[in-house]
């Protein structure tokens, strides 16, 4: 056809091992095409049909339009030429991808309410049913649910999503995926309102995605709100993203607090080759961290080793959790409601909104961090429980012994006299 009509051939583009069935997926060489058009380097393209040229809606968009704007030809062995060239051929591509642009709109609105519909009515979603889940995605499988609630628990007791995906992984525990658990893994897995029996929807992708609560779901729930909502305050803590992306072998990086400034304090290695604690914006204050690890141990040992150690599990100032259950549930309608009035009222910015968000969301915050405190008895139990403190406190990982530290101690290390040796009155310590 190119020789008949008096053509040169320039380059040929094919998606051969690509079945119409496949349009989603990427086509190299109709990509090649499109860039070779937009680079002026095609005066003409032939193909044998346009159904076959352009596989799907979205790339017959893109096609009419970097043709129009190139005024390239097209030209098929089946199927009339479109002249793009002409004003007439570019005003029919413009018909034809109007009305694509429309189908792709329609199918698309189509999908997102019938979503929205299925999300209002708490119906699963999501082409394979989530972990703690059956075939039928409502039905609880309980050897799954069992696991879930121990990692909710280990988590309010102080364990790292990597921990816990260490954990599953040498109990062969399989993921939905096939993959081997990650931290990631299982932080996504923890933090999605289902397992407290709420439907949520998804906004975003990756990293940045967040889930909206919608409302109750047609399953079961596996944890009780109290706990999920706890252990989700704990995980999407900005603070621990930063510091859990480190391996930690010291105790008190984050939880000690620098005495000249009141920043918390972070480990590193010093130039002589031993650990140290350092203030985490200046180099003001320095101090061998093995030292400060080992009092710090010894003082919850011998605090943990008393009597009245009992006692620590019994908190007359422990905060009211139903009373910060109906205060964060408040909340959360009142956060509700704005969203909903910002569609409503014209004269409301998106600025206004993100303020008004802002203050309500961070009270939230608040809130759900003093129930995610009130939550840690589970921190302590163990030790408070053990024959031998020393054997168990050593026997714990290191963010459980952290975790313990955290709930118990206030640790302030000091300004001192400079020079060798190691003087226990430059670490503070008060109990919380
Ligand atoms: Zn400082």
Redesign the pocket.
Known sequence: MVAQRGWTHIATFEDRSISAADARKRRPGFEDLLAAIGRGEVDMVVAWAFDRLSRNRRDEVRLIEVCGAAKVNLAFVKGPDMDLASAVGRGVGEVLAALARMEIEQKGERHRAALAQRARKGLPWGPIPAFGYGPDRVTVVEAEAALLREAYAAVLAGASCRGLAAQWNAAGVTSRTGKPWSGAAIKRVLINPRYMGVRATSIGTGTRRILREVGDAKWDKIVDEDVWRAVHAILTDPARTTASTRVRVHLLPGIAR??????P?RSYTHAHGWAAYS????R??VRKADPVDELVSEVVIARLSRDDVRDLLVDDERPDTVRLREKAAALRVRIAKTRAAFVQDDTMTPADLREMLAGLQGRLAEVEATMASATRAPVLAELVAAADVRATWESLSLDRRRAVIATLLEVTILPGRRGPGFDPNTVAIDWT
């Open positions: 620098c005495g000249v400034c009141g920043a304090m203030c985490s914006t200046s003001h204050l």
